[in-house]
């Protein structure tokens, strides 16, 4: 049986690492809540039509998995490159014409000073096929985590097709939606350490 002083010790225990956890960057879904509710406001939303509204929020959680895939991917090249290749893995492994791709976005996007910048490495300035195309290009450095180029390509082909219409205002059916879920899953699964 638990005493009381236990039970009182294993809350406490339990509400300091609810704690250090938020304090880590912890996704708190309920601030999340309040923020989409000012940034509602700050966006007029409620000036928009409902029903392209409600297709939008339902659309926004895929959105969140392509954002997040697409981010994690440009950790992932940016990591082993750097372990394989060297500090210079941009110059030595990146194909120029993707590097020019970048270097231009990036420029155009600094002289708009006044908006946010979508990142500070050139990375940042990739599109998700051209990380691909890096992954492709260095496939012996990749070998050992992704395994199979055309498993990977399958992967990458299915995510940029639903990334696609997400990213250009589409709404995704619900087959479209298990498939995504389905091939971040088992790139996720692949490529973890």
Known sequence: MT???ELYSGVFKALLTEEALDQAGRINRSRVGLEYDEISTLTSVNSLDDSFVSDALLMS???????????SVREFVEATLLEEAGANWWDDCVPSSIRKGAEK??????????HTQRGESLIHFTMLPNLFAIIRNNFDKFEASVHD??????????????????MHSGT??????????SSVRDWTQQVST
């Open 61 to 71: 959680a895929v959105y969140v998995v392509v954002a997040a895939f697409e981010n």
């Open 3 to 5: 005493s009381l002083s």
């Open 105 to 114: 976005r990036r420029y155009e996007e600094q002289k708009v000073r006044w």
């Open 172 to 181: 995704l059916e619900r087959k479209d939606i298990a498939r995504l879920g």
């Open 149 to 166: 180029i055309d498993w990977a390509t399958s992967i990458f082909e299915t995510i940029d097709r639903s990334r696609n219409v997400i």
